[in-house]
């Protein structure tokens, strides 16, 4: 079993820390609570619950100077454990598995790379799964642009009309199957 490893979550360092598995904590410290008429309060080390958000993301809520802000964990544990993101990259899920933010599952991908990836997962070029669990089909064509074929329930049904669609363009001017 790997031991878990903690780090500060930057701009919050002595507040809270995140592990190399995926969780948060609060740090002991104390506090002035404003409304408890100014005495000092010791606030306990605590694991931070997590939600889960759209598309099956975990994410935490923190607390600075009185300011609650929301984090997704898979980037506050990129950020301490593989480094600051490059500017133009994503954080992506190594599994796929969006709930899984241990840092040896997460790595910085370009957006272009990180689409191949899906497309990959989905195995259908052209053919793309929302996060609501529908399939968008799409097909660039030069000088005119991607056009949107429509969303369907299932792979097969978008594919079916990816395909239909590059039939009838194929032949008839250049065209090209979008990232």
Not at 40 to 51: D, G, S
């Amino acid at each position: 079993m790997e031991s878990e490893a903690w780090r500060d979550v930057k701009e919050y360092e002595g507040l809270y820390q995140v592990s190399n598995l995926g969780r948060v904590k609060r740090l002991k410290r104390k506090s002035l609570p404003r409304k408890c008429g100014g005495y000092v309060k010791i606030m306990a080390e605590k694991i931070i619950p997590q939600r889960i958000e759209k598309g099956n993301y975990k994410s935490a809520v923190l607390l600075k100077n009185s300011k609650i802000k929301k984090f997704y964990i898979h980037i506050l544990v990129a950020n301490s454990f593989i480094g600051e993101k490059p500017v133009g990259y994503e954080t992506d899920h190594i599994d796929n598995n969006p709930k899984n933010n241990r840092a040896d599952n997460l790595q910085y991908l370009t957006r272009k790379q990180n689409k191949m990836k899906a497309n990959k997962r989905i195995g259908k070029r052209g053919i793309q799964k929302r996060d609501y669990g529908k399939y968008r089909s799409r097909i660039t064509i030069d000088g005119i642009g991607t056009i949107n074929l429509g969303e369907f329930k299932s792979k097969e049904d978008a594919y079916t009309c990816f395909y239909k669609t590059f039939k009838e363009w194929n032949g008839s001017g250049p065209w090209s199957i979008p990232a």
